[in-house]
């Protein structure tokens, strides 16, 4: 085999430097820096950044994805609530478009409202439950403030046999009881805030 004139054969370069054979490379000589060297520093600079940061299998990142989903489900505080206008309406409540006369359609706190067409969705809406709360109204400090309720979807505004006191259209009419619990009685309507 020919070689050129200070080339060293593989058996003599396994002599100089035994760690050869195990994937070691022989310590390179200091000359001074070069842009060849610069360019060695400057690639086991970005071989290093991958070893701490190598990028991550697209799996991972898809079931990241759905784990920040499932959490935004479990944990309603990131959702925003809902703005709507609600009236109320007195007795009497039956029979209802949700569940007739049955009494034990209503909870036992008398806080439940009718759903008006913007929540009604075709009667899915009975039975819902919603967190309510008064937020503004056309007279100064109508609301109670920092008070949220918890009413039940028992009827459909426009069915219900009591008529609500505002003839507007609202989002939901609240019963009595749970009008007079979040703002003053004397109001006909109140803007709210709701969440499902």
Do not use: H
């Amino acid at each position: 085999m020919y070689r050129e004139e200070g080339e060293k054969s593989k058996e003599e370069r396994l002599t100089i430097w035994p760690g050869r054979k195990w994937g070691r490379r022989p310590p390179r000589e200091r000359r001074g820096t070069n842009d060849g060297e610069k360019r060695t520093r400057k690639l086991a600079g970005l071989q290093f950044c991958r070893i701490l940061s190598p990028r991550p299998p697209r799996y991972l990142c898809f079931s990241g994805c759905l784990f920040l989903l499932l959490l935004l489900q479990l944990f309603p505080v990131f959702q925003a609530d809902d703005v709507g206008t609600a009236a109320r309406y007195r007795p009497p409540y039956t029979p209802t478009a949700c569940f007739g006369n049955d009494e034990g359609q209503f909870p036992s706190s008398n806080l439940f409202a009718s759903a008006g067409d913007g929540i009604w969705d075709n009667g899915a809406a009975c039975g819902r439950q919603y967190m309510v709360r008064c937020i503004s109204a056309a007279v100064p400090r109508t609301c109670v403030p920092d008070e949220t309720i918890q009413i039940r979807i028992v009827d459909r505004a426009l069915t219900s046999v009591s008529r609500p006191i505002s003839m507007d259209p609202t989002t939901m009419v609240l019963s009595t009881t749970a009008f007079a619990t979040i703002a003053n009685s004397s109001a006909t309507t109140i803007n709210i805030e709701f969440q499902q």
